[in-house]
């Protein structure tokens, strides 16, 4: 069965820092794209950082993020994080991890989420 476990959110306040981690299981997600995406109340789901499945790919970021998030893989371990630095209250969220086999039908595993809050 394959499963996505985020886990490392919690409270920091603001100019702080967190950093998320999802633990694949199930299968080998090496060649799998990973994303990190988050959803905050009232709001849609929103795209965050990806990492491609080459590990020499460039990985991607949204515009609101770039620069303080970073995002990473540990193949051998099967897992990815998130370094989140210069937390800002509007980052505040639940994170969530997906996972995309590149057959073009886009992310088809999701984690349950980790909740991300920040405070002034």
């Known amino acids: 069965q394959v499963q996505l476990v985020e886990s490392g959110g919690g409270l920091v306040q603001a100019g702080g820092s967190l950093r998320l981690s999802c633990a694949a299981s199930?299968?080998?997600?090496?060649?799998?794209?990973m994303g990190w995406f988050r959803q905050a109340p009232g709001k849609e789901r929103e795209f965050v950082a990806v990492?491609?499945?080459?590990?020499?790919?460039?990985?991607n970021y949204a515009d609101s993020v770039k620069g303080r998030f970073t995002i990473s893989r540990d193949y051998a371990k099967n897992t990815v994080y998130l370094q989140m630095n210069s937390l800002k209250l509007e980052d505040t969220a639940v994170y969530y991890c997906a996972a995309d086999p590149m057959l073009g039908k886009g992310y088809e595993y999701w984690g349950q989420g980790t909740q991300v809050t920040v405070s002034s």
């Open positions: 199930g299968r080998t997600f090496n060649n799998y794209k």
């Open positions: 990492s491609s499945w080459w590990s020499g790919g460039r990985p």
